[in-house]
């Protein structure tokens, strides 16, 4: 009873929320992209529209997993290194990214859904775009859960962590202040023109009075 009740205590903690959902939209997505290939291999419309309910689920799951890491942003921080804080950053810019996917191939397989109930021989474009949809998703998620990983299980390090991308952009387009940029190195000064002597006027005769 003392473990379960820990246990309650611990779901209390966003960020332990954060750990137990992050592999649904990345094992979860799989699997249901695997059932909805496997549909389409087999010409299955159930098979399909189970697979296809389970991207929806799957994909939209990806709004708690990002609601949850916001939730426990600063006591995990308080809790690393310099160097573990710099992964989460990359970690937190590359489930944003992330997030916005995976919404993307929910719509994309809900329309999918709806289209197949209208037009029972299908729309082959729609089961196109599901795919490659689910699949960039699969992608991602796999990519934010490498740096994810890199905050706690320091056996996973190879070389440093990675600057986020929207500082490095933030920096290439600020202006250099004025110290850091090295001053035009300036020619050597154009050569003078010798001055030629001025001839004098020969004086002007006078006439004697007649």
Request: charged letters at 20%; proline letters at 10%; a negative charge.
């Amino acid at each position: 009873m003392n473990e379960l009740h820990e246990f309650l205590e611990t779901l209390k903690q966003p960020e332990y929320v954060h750990v137990l959902l992050h592999p649904i939209p990345v094992y979860g997505l799989a699997t249901a992209l695997a059932a909805y290939l496997a549909g389409l291999a087999f010409k299955s419309r159930a098979t399909q529209v189970v697979a296809l309910t389970l991207m929806i689920l799957t994909s939209a799951s990806g709004w708690l997993v990002q609601h949850y890491g916001h939730e426990g942003e600063d006591r995990v921080e308080t809790m690393i290194t310099q160097k573990q804080k710099a992964w989460f950053a990359v970690h937190e810019e590359r489930g944003e990214r992330t997030a916005w996917m995976l919404y993307g191939t929910a719509a994309i397989a809900a329309l999918t859904l709806v289209s197949s109930a209208l037009f029972p021989k299908g729309l082959s474009f729609l089961s196109s775009a599901t795919v490659l949809a689910g699949l960039a998703s699969l992608l991602l998620g796999i990519w934010t859960s490498h740096a994810g990983g890199q905050i706690r299980h320091k056996e996973f390090y190879q070389g440093p962590p990675p600057e986020p991308e929207k500082k490095a952009h933030t920096e290439k387009l600020s202006p250099q202040p004025p110290e850091a940029v090295a001053p035009a190195r300036e020619g050597p000064p154009p050569p003078l023109e010798p001055e030629l002597p001025q001839q004098e006027a020969p004086p002007s005769e006078e006439r004697p009075p007649q």
